[in-house]
């Protein structure tokens, strides 16, 4: 594989398989940061989290369930604490925090989503220019040579192809792992959706009682 890099930089492909590769480079870098914010520093079990907040509640008060919320890194741990903070407030108020709590976390989670979704279609379009500045640089030698020998012509258009070929290995993979964390960042939302309906609830309707 380095080898057919550097045919594609020295043959027709030039500035574009460099830029391929920094297109491989940020992609390499975003999969790493979304692996790490997405399935370590997000991972929580939503209900199982909502389940122990409402029990801590109900034992020793709002107060204590706010400082279980600060001990937890996950967004719906913060989503979840912005609606504490209004319990005394009304449901009006606690579903207003929660749209804005939720707007930030969202960009959180959806943080670099945009580039990697760009980096699978600018990738395949490098490595069309690449394929045909390579195919203009082959026929202009063949041009000035005056004469078409099959391996001089076989040779070129096979160095010009290199970059399409890079750009696509670089593409699809991407792709795939787009779609895959996409997938997971629908998930989180719909848990926080429904983390937070399940809080207001229980502070509109029972947790009035049990303080009695």
């Known amino acids: 594989m380095i080898r057919e890099f550097q045919l594609g930089t020295e043959g027709g492909g030039g500035f574009a398989m460099w830029f391929l590769l920094v297109c491989a480079i940020l992609g390499v870098a975003l999969i790493l940061e979304r692996l790490y914010s997405l399935f370590i520093k997000a991972r929580l079990n939503p209900r199982g989290f909502l389940e122990r907040l409402i029990s801590i509640i109900d034992s020793q008060g709002i107060n204590a369930g706010i400082a279980l919320c600060d001990q937890t890194a996950a967004p719906v741990a913060k989503i979840l604490r912005s609606v504490?903070?209004?319990?005394?407030?009304?449901?009006?108020?606690?579903?207003e925090m929660v749209t804005r709590s939720a707007a930030t976390e969202l960009g959180f989670l959806d943080r670099g989503m945009a580039l990697l979704a760009g980096l699978t279609t600018v990738a395949p379009f490098l490595g069309f220019l690449g394929t045909v500045m390579g195919m203009i640089t082959a026929f202009a030698a063949i041009a000035r040579a005056?004469?078409?020998?099959?391996?001089?012509?076989?040779?070129?258009?096979?160095?010009?192809?290199?970059?399409?070929?890079?750009?696509?290995?670089?593409?699809?993979?991407?792709?795939?792992?787009?779609?895959?964390?996409?997938?997971?960042?629908?998930?989180?939302t719909?848990?926080?959706?429904e983390a937070?309906?399940?809080?207001?609830?229980?502070?509109i309707e029972q947790y009035p009682k049990r303080k009695k």
């Not at 504490?84 to 579903?95: I, P, R, S």
């Not at 290995?169 to 964390?181: G, N, R, S, T």
């Open 190 to 193: 719909r848990d926080m959706e």
């Open 84 to 95: 504490l903070e209004k319990a005394h407030q009304g449901k009006d108020a606690m579903e």
């Open 146 to 188: 005056g004469e078409v020998e099959p391996t001089v012509v076989a040779s070129g258009i096979s160095t010009a192809l290199i970059t399409t070929k890079w750009g696509l290995i670089i593409a699809a993979p991407l792709a795939i792992i787009h779609i895959l964390f996409s997938g997971k960042v629908d998930g989180y």
């Open 196 to 203: 937070a309906s399940g809080l207001i609830d229980y502070l």
